[in-house]
């Protein structure tokens, strides 16, 4: 995992951010995932009965084996279980943005996370990580005002995922050439992270105080 990261470090400092993540999006989706269905667990056993939720949970698997064998139909599979509002609508949104990014169409990708992060009836876990998943794929797409939207509403005290919208909206203020207002973001998230690893009250990301060093030494004169 190490030697992942160095090379993290590596291609952040030949600013080369496209192919950053080209290599690494299968981890972030990876770690979102675990993120979306330990929440969606909790969800599950706070309102539905044990056989509902197993019922439930069959119906998805059984999906994503057909989705799998048939990329294509990932639309009309998934649409069904996401149109019936189930305890695994959620997921198979994720889903149906993860088949669009294997179809090659992170444009399409980008619109179904934005939707999310803006759905109301959406459970804020989810919201949230729509809203980081969707402001990273923002940034790859060139859309560094998309990104600072999606990311701004995530920054706040109390905010779960609040380093790292910082992170993507001292990104998106790079990308679009402020670089004194990314200078001051990046400032203040080393602060709070350094903060954080001294009070130990929060758990920080793996590696983001190396990212943030690294693109405060870039930033710095």
């Known amino acids: 995992m ?10 952040l400092r030949r600013d080369n951010a496209a192919a950053l993540w080209a290599k690494y999006q299968n981890l972030v989706y990876g770690v979102a995932a675990l993120i979306i269905i330990g929440t ?9 009965d044990r056989n509902t939720r197993e019922k439930a949970g069959v119906e998805y698997l059984q999906a994503l084996q057909r989705t799998e064998q048939d990329p294509k139909a990932a639309g ?20 149906l943005v993860h088949a669009s990014i294997k179809a090659g169409d992170k444009a399409k990708a980008l619109e ?9 009836k959406l459970a804020a876990p989810l919201k949230g990580a729509a809203a980081v998943m969707g402001g990273y794929m923002a940034l790859d797409l060139g859309k560094a005002d998309a990104a600072n939207a999606l990311a701004t509403p995530l920054i706040g005290d109390g905010q779960p995922y609040r380093l790292a919208a910082a992170e993507i909206t001292g990104l998106a203020a790079y ?18 992270l350094k ?19 690294i693109m405060l030494d870039r930033l710095a004169g």
């Open 2 to 11: 190490a030697d992942i990261f160095e090379e993290v470090d590596e291609d």
């Open 175 to 192: 990308a679009g050439g402020d670089k004194a207002k990314a200078k001051e973001i990046f400032t203040k998230l080393d602060e709070e």
């Open 112 to 120: 179904l996370l934005s939707e999310m992060a803006n759905d109301a």
């Open 40 to 48: 969606a667990g909790v969800t599950g056993w706070q309102i539905y």
């Open 76 to 95: 009309e599979v998934l649409g069904t279980i996401i149109h019936e509002d189930g305890a695994f609508a959620g997921l198979a949104r994720f889903d």
């Open 195 to 213: 903060k954080a690893a001294e009070a130990g009250t929060v758990s920080v990301p793996a590696n983001l105080q190396n990212r943030v060093t």
